[in-house]
Antibody
Framework: QVQLVDSGGGVVQPGRSLSLACVAS????????MHWVRQASGQGLEWVAI????????YYRDSVNGRFTIARDNSKNTLYLQMTSLRTEDTAIYYC??????????????WGQGTLVTVSS | DIQMTQSPSSLSASIGDRVTITCRAS??????LAWYQQKPGKVPKLLIY???TLHSGVPSRFSGSGSGTDFTLTISSLQPEDAATYYC??????????FGQGTRLEIK
């Protein structure tokens, strides 16, 4: 079955960087768009970024554009999120999520367990 | 950006009740609408995509309808395990992907 294993979260000071990774299994990773979605404690879901199946198309929410970079290595079935210039408002659980389509037009049908990022001095 | 507004923000219903949650888009999104269920401490799960298509393994008491700007999620006969927060999400070609603020459903 589909499995997404998120990792890389931790406690980091404001202004510093952190990298997340998500290892996928149970499906043909290179055929699907992949997202990062985050959720602050007690809050709703917030989409962060999307990368198309082949890595050519990448889009970000405005608040992270220019600070976060989404990437994928289809040979390793792995999704990444490089986060720089972190702010306290980036504190959240970050989920790696699989789209039903090659891009972002299918709905999100599989979610990782999430990895907690805490930005605090 | 297209905004997604859910109503109500919370509700309480009894076992066996028919429950309806609505989601309104600030612009037409055709049927590019999904619904998710998130139980406390758990990962969200896809219930419905394309506004009305039930995702694999989802009980048939869940249904979705709507197109354009107005959508509904209906639970035909509420069960104890349906206590959760429900989110709508639009995913048409106009990014960003956007979620509604969520509807918390409690069992009386």
């Amino acid at each position: 079955q589909v499995q997404l294993v998120d990792s890389g979260g931790g406690v980091v000071q404001p202004g510093r960087s952190l990298s997340l990774a998500c290892v996928a299994s149970g499906f043909t990773f290179s055929n699907y768009g992949m997202h990062w979605v985050r959720q602050a404690s007690g809050q709703g879901l917030e989409w962060v970024a999307i990368i198309s199946h082949d890595g050519r198309d990448k889009y970000y929410r405005d608040s992270v554009n220019g600070r976060f970079t989404i990437a994928r290595d289809n040979s390793k079935n792995t999704l990444y999120l490089q986060m720089t210039s972190l702010r306290t408002e980036d504190t959240a659980i970050y989920y790696c999520v699989k789209d039903r389509s090659t891009g972002w037009y299918g709905g999100l049908d599989s979610w990782g367990q999430g990895t907690l990022v805490t930005v605090s001095s | 950006d297209i905004q997604m507004t859910q109503s109500p923000s919370s509700l309480s219903a009894s076992i066996g009740d028919r429950v309806t949650i609505t989601c309104r888009a600030s612009q037409a999104i055709s049927n590019y609408l999904a619904w998710y269920q998130q139980k406390p401490g758990k990962v969200p799960k896809l219930l419905i995509y394309a506004a009305s298509t039930l995702h694999s393994g989802v009980p048939s008491r869940f249904s979705g309808s709507g197109s354009g700007t107005d959508f509904t999620l209906t639970i035909s006969s509420l069960q104890p395990e349906d206590a959760a927060t429900y989110y709508c999400q639009k995913y048409n070609s106009n990014l960003p992907v956007t979620f509604g603020q969520g509807t918390r459903l409690e069992i009386k």
